[in-house]
């Protein structure tokens, strides 16, 4: 991994379900989504999952994404800073806690106020960006990880596969001004000048989950509308968040790891099982017939058992 150097994590805004009883000395689960995602991807995942296994979840909307803090850089060096002072309760006090009260099958969930008490270790799910923060995680700070899932991506450069570039560029392009009204009458309108370019409508229906209301800063022209996402910070740093950072020299994470992928993606390939193995010697590779890249939100429910099978404490012990 690049050397920290001067970069500092930001404040990270999430959601969270406290467990009591037997869940609550369990590690708890951490979700990290994918580029222009948000918290709200995980949040029917992580009830579900909590009703399932009784263990705390908390959702995380990363830098420059959602309600977290934007900032001029987002590399992975950066992001994973991010999440290690969130994980050990250095970061301060988050931008928002959301309590969802979901009672779990291990014992009621409390609702939770105020900020983090330390979560590590904790087990890391990510989904693409997401999955590369944490794997940069897992293998700077091995003792802050309990367990670690990876929804379709691997530790390599992302190829010239990936749609993004194509997203990000229909974004560019879209005009605010005369966006009016509603939320939703504003999203109409984006939504008018996403589809030339973007036909697929389960795709723009995500990226709209982007359109925000805003204040002008000196408030003096009422309300406008814009991207949530801090669109200069991503464009500028899109090339790396396609790559992998390089480990240290014989970096590994050996805990539980199990990696998802969709199998009509191509973000898991056969090429990248050596490096998987050398990074990860303890992980368990499958795929998911009939499933693309946002494989959580297309099969739920068969990513939902097999995190339930990887979060029985039997299992994470006997891992490996």
Same mark, same amino acid.
């Not at 968040?241 to 994470?253: H, K, N, Q, T, V």
């Given at each position: ?7 500092? &994590? ?16 369990? &590690? ?134 990936? &749609? ?157």
């Amino acid at each position: 991994m690049a050397a920290h150097g001067d970069a500092r &994590p930001v404040q990270l805004a999430y959601d969270v379900a406290a467990a009591s009883g037997e869940g609550a000395t369990r &590690p708890p689960v951490v979700f990290l989504h994918g580029l222009f995602g948000s918290r709200a991807n995980f949040t029917s995942l992580s009830r579900a999952l909590a009703q399932r296994t009784g263990r705390t979840m908390v959702t995380v909307d990363a830098r420059n994404h959602g309600d977290s803090a934007h900032a001029p850089t987002m590399s992975y060096t950066e992001q994973s800073l991010d999440v290690r002072a969130l994980l050990t309760g250095e970061g301060g006090p988050p931008v928002r806690v959301g309590a969802t009260g979901v009672r779990g099958a291990g014992g009621d969930q409390r609702e939770a106020s105020g900020p983090l008490p330390p979560l590590s270790p904790a087990v890391l799910v990510g989904h693409s960006m997401g999955g590369k923060v944490a794997m940069a995680t897992a293998l700077q700070w091995p003792e802050l990880v309990a367990g670690l899932v990876v929804l379709d991506v691997a530790p390599v450069l992302t190829r010239g596969f990936t &749609p993004f570039r194509d997203f990000i560029g229909a974004m560019e392009r879209v005009s605010f001004a005369g966006a009016q009204g509603t939320r939703s009458q504003a999203r109409a309108l984006v939504d008018s000048q996403l589809a030339p370019r973007i036909p697929d409508s389960t795709i723009r229906q995500f990226l709209l989950t982007n359109v925000t209301e805003r204040r002008a800063a000196d408030g003096g022209d009422g309300a406008r509308f814009g991207w949530r996402v801090n669109l200069e910070a991503i464009v500028r740093h899109i090339d790396c968040l396609f790559d992998f950072p390089r480990p240290a020299e014989g970096a590994s994470y050996s805990g539980p790891t199990l990696f998802i992928g969709g199998g009509d993606s191509p973000y898991i390939s056969p090429e990248d099982l050596p490096v998987i193995a050398r990074l990860f010697p303890g992980a368990r590779v499958s795929h998911i017939p009939g499933a693309g890249h946002w494989v959580h939100a297309e099969r739920p429910a068969q990513v939902m058992s097999a995190l339930t099978a990887f979060l029985q404490p039997s299992r994470l012990s006997l891992w490996g």
